[in-house]
């Protein structure tokens, strides 16, 4: 045997070996998220069930409390407490989706009308392209309402006054040639920075000051669970791009 193919064999076993261990290594990661996922949900629980007594409590102390502002105060760091607990619950047991032939477009329009109020007030430019025809995929529109809500928000918070919003979508073939609907939001915020990007999706992971670094956390789980994907792309000072891509019904 040559020198160069000895080399050559022990080279392949040492990938073969750090394959390997990357693989074991993975797989004690996927159980130790599984576990954790199970104590989350549990925690959260029990944590939603104390709120019920504690808010009841609270809401009959407050009616007598003369201090307006530090009743409003409680009122919203109670309702933040209860948003978070509810979102761990969805990120660690997802609800059960109800598939039915739903229109992209409806709910896109759906969320733009939710934020209106945002967008003229900040004055933001919304630029609607709509182009894939058709637009019907089999999914659950309450849970894909969210994921869009939570995309669409984000984009909004991103942006100073006077930004720009494009909506848009167009047809196009997804893995293993199906064919797709790809939705693209766009705006012309802050931009992410790039050691950023690649943990976008973490849960708990946030660069926002009251964030909760949930909610796109759970947005990845939506599209995961319409067997679509969820990407983002971003540069510093010139805005970001989450793309979905959807099976078409």
Request: proline fraction near 2%; glycine fraction near 8%; include cysteine.
């Amino acid at each position: 045997m040559t020198a160069g193919g000895s080399n050559q064999k022990t080279s392949q076993s040492a990938q073969a070996k750090a394959t390997g261990a990357d693989f074991e290594h993975n797989l004690q990661r996927l159980d130790q998220l599984a576990n954790l996922g199970l104590i989350a949900a549990g925690v959260a629980h029990e944590i939603k069930n104390g709120l019920v007594a504690i808010n009841t409590f609270i809401e009959l102390a407050l009616q007598k409390s003369q201090d307006q502002e530090l009743s409003e105060t409680v009122r919203r760091e109670m309702q933040r407490i209860d948003t978070l607990v509810t979102q761990m619950l969805r990120l660690a047991v997802p609800v059960s989706a109800t598939k039915e032939p739903v229109h992209i477009h409806d709910l896109l329009d759906y969320g733009i009308r939710l934020l209106q109020h945002q967008l003229s007030g900040k004055m933001i430019t919304l630029h609607r392209r709509y182009q894939a025809v058709p637009d019907t995929v089999r999914g659950d529109a309450s849970q894909l309402q969210q994921a869009f809500i939570n995309l669409l928000l984000n984009a909004v918070e991103a942006m100073g006054t006077k930004g720009e919003l494009t909506v848009a979508t167009e047809n196009g073939v997804g893995e293993n040639g199906i064919k797709s609907i790809k939705i693209a939001i766009q705006d012309t915020g802050v931009g992410i920075p790039q050691e950023n990007l690649s943990r976008l999706f973490e849960p708990f992971f946030t660069t926002k000051k009251n964030g909760t670094g949930l909610g796109l956390a759970i947005c990845q789980r939506i599209v995961h669970d319409h067997d679509g994907t969820l990407t983002a792309q971003s540069q510093a000072s010139h805005g970001s791009t989450f793309s979905i891509l959807l099976p078409l019904l």
